[in-house]
């Protein structure tokens, strides 16, 4: 994708590697066309998995006869280097996450030993995900020497566990790059990209002249190097198995649909709520027992698990007797209302129905992505933010649907009432949605926490701007 801001243009890569090439004693052509045939191969694979027509991409050498590669689907200059080239310019930085408000979206930067490891625009809601991430990394490679710089954000606004190593910036990229020094760094057609990589073969043949020169003195090196590792070599493991094939075409039309199929999530959590509500209005469970946790899954639809547990003080109690007729009684009810219960000490666990596990929904018909679509994760992620934290990831992907995964983490609810229960399902209704799971954990006073993970699916098409599925029988 690519966004405009003011006269700039980014195009956000979706792929960045580094390309391991092989030069060795080849001729400088040799040398370049394996460089070239490197391009063309990632080229290839990139754009099987991109729905655009075109495929743009960027090379830069990385030294030791690699390459750093960044592909995308649009033209435009490259947010990260942009960032990386400024910064280094002006504050020798290497290890560092930078973040800038433009317009309605933050960029955000990851750079790590002065190579740019991920760049994007996200949403304020997405803003503090991504720079999570991106901090975990650091202080993975750079604990304790990384810098998080920023413009036009206020700090308050930026989680971080370390607020002294934040440093507000009073420039903006956009206005370097405005008087950059040199050509800013942008993707190019991937073909005329392959005609470059000839540039950058020339640039590594004093690699490949050492290398020449020191192979015959090396050789002695490596032969007995490889005497001393025959005879104290670990055995090798035992060879991976091969991907399975993809699937047929007809058989990931009938995936699509069975999952399309699915009881409506607009359905489905107002349901639980019904079956958690109808548990505690008994006059035997809601009295005696604590909850602890609620929990159902996709694979086990057709029940809601409440874990409860009984206070050691109201055991021998006026109201419970002792603890065999007590356990007999609570047999006997949870029978009479087709419940399963399970005990475990002064523990038991309750499996109830829910009704609309069962109902046949009407099929949701397959949708393409667009952003002005009502469950596009940009759209629901800033509505859903009003109640917890959203992160989103991709999912599954084939030739015939596409997935995100949503998780939405909730803290302090009133699940109790019908207020959230009845929001989420109006919210949820009729669209393209798969619910995975829902949980929830008993918090302070009668509040509870809760974790709600759900699929977003949408049929491959032809190209971004298709609003046509790709096949048509998914």
């Not at 950058?200 to 004093?206: F, I």
Request: net charge negative; charged share 25%; proline share 7%.
């Amino acid at each position: 994708m690519s966004l405009v801001i003011g006269r700039e243009s980014f195009a956000l890569p979706v792929v960045r590697e580094t390309a391991q090439l092989s030069i060795g004693i080849e001729s400088l052509r040799s040398s370049s066309a394996t460089i070239a045939a490197t391009a063309r191969r990632r080229a290839r694979l990139m754009q099987s998995v991109f729905e655009d027509d075109d495929l743009f991409a960027w090379f830069e050498p990385a030294g030791n006869g690699s390459l750093y590669c960044a592909f995308a689907t649009e033209p435009g200059y490259l947010l990260g280097e942009n960032v990386r080239n400024w910064l280094r310019e002006e504050v020798h930085a290497r290890d560092f996450v930078y973040c800038e408000r433009m317009g309605n979206e933050r960029a955000v930067v990851l750079v790590i030993d002065g190579h740019v490891i991920k760049d994007a625009l996200v949403s304020g809601y997405e803003l503090n995900v991504e720079l999570r991430h991106a901090l975990t990394r650091l202080d993975a490679v750079a604990p304790g020497v990384y810098t998080v710089f920023f413009h036009g954000i206020e700090v308050q606004d930026l989680e971080l566990p370390d607020r002294s190593r934040a440093v507000p910036l009073e420039d903006s990229v956009l206005d370097w790059m405005e008087d950059a020094p040199e050509p800013l760094p942008e993707l190019s057609p991937t073909n005329r990209a392959i005609r470059a990589i000839d540039v950058v073969a020339k640039r590594l043949r004093q690699l490949r002249i050492v290398r020449t020169v020191s192979l015959s003195v090396g050789s002695l090196v490596v032969a007995a190097a490889g005497v001393y590792w025959w005879q104290n070599r670990v055995p090798p493991p035992p060879p991976e198995d091969a991907p399975p094939p993809p699937l047929p075409i007809e058989q990931l039309n009938a995936e699509y649909s069975d999952l399309l199929g699915t009881p409506d999530p607009g359905e489905l959590i107002p349901a639980m709520h019904r079956a958690y509500r109808l548990f505690l209005s008994d006059t035997l469970f809601g009295e005696l027992l604590s909850v602890r946790k609620l929990q159902w899954t996709r694979t086990d639809g057709d029940r809601l698990t409440i874990e409860t547990s009984l206070p050691p003080e109201v055991l021998g109690g006026p109201r419970s007797g002792p603890r065999d007729a007590l356990l007999d009684q609570m047999r006997r009810r949870a029978g009479v209302q087709g419940w399963r219960i399970v005990f475990s000490g002064l523990d038991a666990t309750f499996s109830l129905p829910v009704d609309a596990s069962n109902r046949v929904d009407e099929l949701r018909l397959p949708q393409p992505l667009a952003e002005g679509n009502p469950w596009h994760r940009k759209r629901l992620g800033g509505e859903l933010e009003a109640l917890g934290t959203v992160t989103v990831s991709p999912g599954p992907l084939n030739q015939v649907y596409r997935g995100f995964s949503t998780l939405l983490e909730l803290q302090g609810v009133e699940w109790s009432t019908g207020g959230t229960a009845a929001w989420l399902g109006d919210r949820l209704a009729g669209g393209p949605l798969v619910l995975e799971s829902v949980e929830f954990e008993s918090g302070r006073g009668a509040a509870m926490d809760g974790r709600i993970q759900f699929t977003t699916l949408w049929c491959v098409t032809e190209n971004a701007s298709a609003r046509r599925c790709l096949h048509e029988s998914a």
